[in-house]
């Protein structure tokens, strides 16, 4: 008979298939000294990132009033060195 389950998931399956990632990618390492700056700094920037996007959705910061503030408070964090320092070891 008619799977219609079967259908929907394997039609899924073959449209999105082309645009997996590759999981053998990965962040290329960083030296040691760097290592433990940079988590410190991510881990900064997903706390902050976490804290505006819960107040963006529950509308306690305002996406126009607000955004340029939330760039700046990123750049304050470390966003641009926390990208330079990732771009550099890619670029290795």
Avoid: C
Avoid at 46 to 65: P, S, V
């Amino acid at each position: 008979g008619y799977n219609q389950e079967q259908v929907l998931y394997d039609s899924t399956k073959n449209t999105l298939t082309p645009y997996l990632v590759d999981k053998t990618l990965h962040l290329p390492s960083l030296e040691e000294d760097v290592s433990v700056e940079v988590s410190e700094m991510q881990i900064s920037l997903q706390t902050y990132w976490k804290e505006m996007m819960a107040k963006f959705i529950r509308g306690e910061a305002d996406l126009d009033a607000d955004w340029d503030s939330y760039l700046s408070e990123l750049d304050n964090i470390g966003l641009k060195e926390y990208l330079a320092i990732y771009q550099e070891a890619y670029d290795r």
